[in-house]
């Protein structure tokens, strides 16, 4: 935020379309709009109240924004020059992400190596919440894929990968057709041992596309090295993953297409997701009211 409010508005329906690609079936999981939820944001402002500062301090994605300024930690907060950049936004939004999941009573959360502090984080919240008011959250634990964990750029991988990097060849995205793919792996960064095999440290370019290839096949990654064990080229290695990167797309990509095609349903599927979201949610949130004493 923020963003232009009709490039929002389908950015959303594309995002609930790709998901449905991917297999998230709406008569098993509720798919929805968080802001069709207001309970979320609700939430966020009781936990606020109970959330020390210094915990949204330690969050490793605000401190590296306050890397890009100079001063202190208290100096970027209190000096407006040193400040302008810095939103409250995201200083705050690890406490609404700990409502998101609370608001549900998850228990278990999938969540790549990265969001692994935000979740301690929910569950410190939950924790405090508990101790305060009685028990009301239970304390959500992470389920990390294996080879998934921490995908990195493909430019520099020593740096996640991420949508927002300017450089679109630094990432995979769910549309890139084939060719596309192939090109952004045969550009990904390496090095000049022809053999294969896993270490991030030493070899951080083969050791992510390892990783990718892993995931892309559903298989542990020192499975993925045992199929490549007999690669001598760099080449050819970039080739197999790139193969299992197009073979594993093309599903997701012919029923994004499909889904596109039908907006109706995509917009069912998220009013019939916020109904549901909305009736657990005000659930909740009738025991957070009494807990608290606003009931």
Same mark, same amino acid.
């Given at each position: 935020?923020?963003?232009?409010?009709?490039?929002?508005?389908?950015?959303?329906?594309?995002?609930?379309?790709?998901?449905?690609?991917?297999?998230?079936?709406?008569?098993?999981?509720?798919?929805?709009?968080?802001?069709?939820?207001?309970?979320?944001?609700?939430?966020?402002?009781?936990?606020?109240?109970?959330?020390?500062?210094?915990? @949204?301090?330690?969050?490793?994605?605000?401190?590296?924004?306050?890397?890009?300024?100079?001063? *202190?930690?208290?100096?970027?907060? *209190?000096?407006?020059? @040193?400040?302008?950049?810095?939103?409250? =936004?995201?200083?705050?939004?690890?406490?609404?992400?700990?409502?998101?999941?609370?608001?549900?009573? =998850?228990?278990?959360?999938?969540?790549?190596?990265?969001?692994?502090?935000?979740?301690?984080?929910? &569950?410190?919240?939950?924790?405090?919440?508990?101790?305060?008011? $009685?028990?009301?959250?239970?304390?959500?634990?992470?389920?990390?894929?294996?080879?998934?964990?921490?995908?990195?750029?493909?430019?520099?991988?020593?740096?996640?990968?991420?949508?927002? /990097?300017?450089?679109?060849?630094?990432?995979?995205?769910?549309?890139?057709?084939?060719?596309?793919?192939?090109?952004?792996?045969?550009?990904?960064?390496?090095?000049?041992?022809?053999?294969?095999?896993?270490?991030?440290?030493?070899?951080?370019?083969?050791?992510?596309?390892?990783?990718?290839?892993?995931?892309?096949?559903?298989?542990?990654?020192?499975?993925?090295?045992?199929?490549?064990?007999?690669?001598?080229?760099?080449?050819?290695?970039?080739?197999?993953?790139?193969?299992?990167?197009?073979?594993?797309? *093309?599903?997701?990509?012919?029923?994004?297409?499909?889904?596109?095609? /039908?907006? $109706?349903?995509?917009? &069912?599927?998220?009013?019939?997701?916020?109904?549901?979201?909305?009736?657990?949610?005000? *659930?909740?949130?009738?025991?957070?009211?009494?807990?608290?004493?606003?009931?």
């Amino acid at each position: 935020m923020p963003q232009d409010p009709t490039t929002l508005r389908q950015a959303k329906l594309d995002v609930a379309a790709t998901l449905l690609a991917c297999g998230v079936n709406p008569k098993h999981s509720i798919l929805f709009e968080q802001s069709r939820v207001r309970s979320h944001a609700e939430l966020a402002w009781i936990f606020n109240c109970i959330t020390p500062v210094g915990w @949204l301090g330690r969050m490793t994605q605000w401190k590296s924004k306050l890397e890009k300024v100079s001063g *202190s930690h208290v100096q970027s907060l *209190s000096e407006e020059t @040193l400040s302008t950049d810095l939103k409250m =936004g995201l200083f705050d939004y690890p406490v609404l992400q700990a409502a998101d999941i609370l608001l549900y009573k =998850g228990t278990h959360v999938p969540v790549g190596e990265d969001q692994l502090q935000h979740l301690e984080l929910t &569950r410190d919240i939950a924790k405090a919440f508990n101790k305060k008011f $009685g028990y009301v959250f239970p304390k959500p634990n992470a389920i990390v894929p294996p080879s998934a964990k921490r995908i990195m750029s493909l430019r520099d991988p020593t740096q996640k990968m991420s949508k927002s /990097d300017p450089a679109d060849y630094s990432r995979l995205n769910l549309v890139d057709s084939p060719d596309l793919v192939r090109s952004k792996i045969a550009r990904a960064t390496t090095d000049s041992i022809r053999e294969v095999w896993y270490d991030p440290i030493e070899r951080p370019g083969i050791s992510n596309l390892l990783n990718i290839y892993a995931a892309m096949r559903d298989i542990e990654v020192e499975e993925a090295v045992k199929e490549c064990a007999d690669i001598k080229s760099t080449k050819d290695f970039k080739d197999k993953v790139s193969d299992a990167i197009i073979e594993k797309l *093309s599903p997701i990509q012919s029923e994004l297409v499909r889904l596109q095609a /039908d907006e $109706g349903y995509v917009k &069912r599927v998220l009013d019939e997701g916020s109904i549901r979201a909305n009736e657990i949610a005000n *659930s909740t949130m009738e025991q957070v009211y009494k807990a608290v004493g606003l009931k």
